[in-house]
């Protein structure tokens, strides 16, 4: 079976919820749709107060290179484009809708019918899929346009399929997978024509064995698609990783995958791909685990963007009394909330509810130069050494030392005996040493 | 056994002789004269290469204070007005007047005005929080209470007022060097005029969000009424983005917007306490 060499953990997994099959939220009373949900640049609202719209409308619109589309997840009335708190308690730019039911955009076609015929040329793919606002469904949210379109002189020999969900706890691509697997094949032969690749491999964890039964069975179906098994190993769904792991290349430092020739897409983006190409369907909604040891009811719930995260927990048997934290994303690379009426974005894989005894953290103690940190670092970077360059604020030694290198997955804070906060001391280094290379720059 | 002793120590004689003349010879050639003046104002200055001068250390300032021949817009503001006259002295040249200065803490928001919301257990640092999420307080300007600027500060000038949160500035050690001004990721720290007798009157708060937005995180926030520019009688507070701002050049420490403000957002420090006007005795008779 194969994985990744370096580095690299082993987390209790905890996928409370992957049996649970894919709910439907009802339709929030009204919305916040953040213009800035993905990475880049904001959109520009283009809607006004008192404006109706319908869903799957465009209300922003992209601004720049890197930069999505956002369309409104329900029918209704635009209450005012303003700043509205988010996940983070910082306010920002977001378009507010008081809904009127269901109304869908005529354009879209809501027929749960298979598509498998595209037609579209791959430049057209392309377009299409900037259109309808499509980004990285795994977490980072990266406009996909961008990643599809390959710059001159490069070319991409294979496309990776991200089914790994090594995260703890998340079961959103699992049962994604299970519910929609003949939609996400198509949309990954979509992907191939688009990239003029011929062959494509989708990548999945071991511990999901009853998908791996299924997406193999459904790839006979298509040409040049083939299932890998992965042993269980986190951060095995991060994109480098993903790539040494299925086809032994090594990106760069510093570097993008299209360096190597590979071109990395969640299923959740071969899904949303699907729905945009086939059915000309926008990126309004999404799948999102609720899940936690105290929870009711974890599931996996098919939401707006928008909803409001208590809205959701509501859902899932509402929050449980000794809450601690409330995470969105998984316990590694998720982000604990300050606020909990904050709206889902199409970013959010998942809400972890963690008890107040499990969001404890352990009391800081004195580096031991035990070197775990270095062993289970992916990248193969020096973690201690890192947090402390930045705890000391030498940002020129911590930029030699590759600290923009550190794709935060937190290995090393899990794994440090001592419970030192590396990780945080390693993203403070990381913004300060990009910030002197943006103004070294201009 | 004597002549091997002997031989023994003339070469070595000879050894260091001849090295001597060598490192003589060099020593002479590549000679760096230097101004005298220069190591004799490094002698004056403090020593603590804290960089409030605006040059990376202490010998730096002396070598441009000495090679300019000017001291127009030189000045070490640890030393203060002493070191500078000293320093004019020695190099014959007229020293700036610059008022002291002093760094002030622009926030309010202590545990008891600005409530926790939520619990913060990641690295003590503001720098991270700050890029992490609002803060415990809910408030997006105020201060995060980490102590990045106590860290910075090389005269222990500032110490963590465990009880309120706040960062507190020791009127006596602040130099207003500035670094804790860089070291502040939200801007709440500013060099202001130590003002006549230690007194000064700021506005304590940055928050530049609506009025009713700021006032639910903060009892004790600035929410730009503007009653405090009217009552001004010398245009020394200007309004601008929700938040009133106190020019110190201009402020003549009436007291008169300290008053006015209705939700104490502004401070007025070291002034003696204003003597209660007793009634008079028709008063209490009628």
């Known amino acids: ?442 | 056994m004597n002549s091997i002793i002997l031989l023994a120590v003339l070469a070595m004689c000879a050894i260091g002789v001849t090295a001597a003349i060598i490192l003589y010879i060099v020593a002479q050639k590549f000679k760096v004269i230097e101004n005298p003046l220069i190591d004799e104002v490094v002698e004056l200055l403090p020593g603590a290469h804290c960089g409030g001068c605006g040059f990376p250390g202490c010998r730096s300032l002396a070598e441009t204070m000495v090679k300019r021949g000017s001291l127009e817009n030189l000045n070490c503001p640890v030393g203060g007005k002493e070191v500078m006259a000293q320093i004019a002295t020695i190099l014959g040249l007229v020293a700036e007047e610059k008022d002291p200065e002093i760094a002030v803490v622009r926030c309010s928001g202590s545990k008891f005005n600005a409530p926790l919301k939520v619990l913060y257990e990641g690295a003590s640092s503001c720098s991270f929080l700050n890029q992490l999420n609002v803060g415990e307080s809910g408030c997006p300007f105020g201060c995060l209470g980490q102590g990045d600027c106590v860290f910075s500060c090389k005269f222990d000038a500032i110490v963590m007022d465990l009880e309120t949160g706040l960062p507190v500035i020791d009127n006596e050690l602040c130099v207003a060097c500035g670094s804790c001004v860089k070291a502040c990721p939200r801007q709440i720290i500013e060099i202001r005029a130590k003002g006549k007798k230690d007194r000064r009157i700021y506005v304590s708060c940055v928050n530049k969000e609506k009025g009713g937005v700021a006032r639910k995180n903060c009892s004790v926030a600035c929410i730009g009424c503007g009653k405090c520019v009217k009552i001004c009688p010398f245009d020394a507070i200007t309004l601008e983005n929700n938040l009133a701002y106190i020019d110190f050049e201009k402020c003549k420490l009436c007291r008169k917007c300290v008053k006015e403000c209705p939700t104490n957002a502004i401070i007025e420090l070291n002034f003696p306490i204003a003597k209660e006007k007793l009634p008079t005795v028709s008063e209490v008779e009628a």
């Open chain 1, 1 to 442: 079976m194969k994985t990744f060499k370096l580095g690299g953990i082993h987390p209790e997994e905890n996928k409370i919820s992957d049996q649970q099959p894919i709910e439907v939220v009802p339709i929030p009373q009204t919305v916040y749709i953040p213009v800035s949900q993905h990475l880049g640049a904001p959109a520009k609202p283009i809607v006004e107060k008192g404006e109706v719209v319908k869903t799957g409308q465009l209300i922003a619109k992209g601004d720049g290179f890197i930069s999505a589309n956002v369309h409104s997840s329900v029918s209704g009335k635009v209450l005012k484009v303003e700043e509205v708190v988010d996940f983070t308690g910082y306010r920002r730019m977001s378009v507010v809708i008081e809904s009127d039911g269901d109304d869908w955009m005529e354009s879209i076609d809501r027929s749960l019918e298979i598509k498998k015929e595209c037609t579209l040329e791959s430049k057209a793919i392309i377009d299409k899929i900037n259109e309808m606002g499509i980004v990285g469904m795994g977490g980072a949210t990266f406009p996909s346009y961008v990643k599809l379109s390959v710059p001159q002189g490069k070319k991409a020999e294979y496309l990776l399929i991200n089914g790994v969900e090594c995260e703890p706890y998340l079961t959103s691509d699992h049962s994604l997978m299970l519910a929609k697997g003949r939609e996400i094949m198509v949309g990954i032969t979509i992907l191939m024509k688009g990239l003029h690749v011929k062959q494509a491999m989708i990548g999945i964890e071991n511990n999901k064995q009853d998908a791996i039964q299924l997406m193999t069975t459904l790839a006979t179906e298509f040409q040049g698609i083939t299932v890998y098994a992965l042993k269980v190993k986190y951060p095995q769904g991060a994109e480098k990783q993903l790539i040494k792991a299925l086809v032994g290349r090594e990106v760069p430092s510093g570097k993008l995958p299209i360096e190597v020739g590979c071109v990395v897409h969640n299923v959740g983006t071969a899904f949303a791909v699907y729905e945009a190409v086939q059915k000309n369907k926008p990126l309004f909604e999404r799948v999102v685990t609720i899940t936690g040891k105290s929870v009711k009811k974890p599931s996996n719930l098919l939401a707006r963007v928008g909803t409001s995260i208590s809205a959701l927990i509501e859902v899932a048997g509402g929050l449980p009394d000794d809450t601690g934290k409330i995470i969105s994303g998984g316990p590694m690379m998720g982000r604990a909330l300050s606020n909990a009426d904050a709206p889902i974005t199409k970013g959010t894989s998942g809400i972890l509810i963690m008890t107040e005894k499990e969001s404890k953290r352990n009391p800081t103690m004195n580096c031991i130069r035990c070197g775990r940190c270095i062993t289970v670092c992916p990248m193969g970077l020096e973690p201690f050494l890192l947090a402390k360059l930045a705890e000391n604020q030498t940002w020129d030694e911590a930029e030699a030392e590759h600290i923009l290198d550190c794709m935060e997955c937190g290995s090393c804070q899990y794994t440090c005996p001592s419970a030192r906060p590396l990780l945080d001391n390693v993203r403070v280094g990381k913004s300060m040493v990009s910030q002197i290379i943006r103004t070294r720059k201009n």
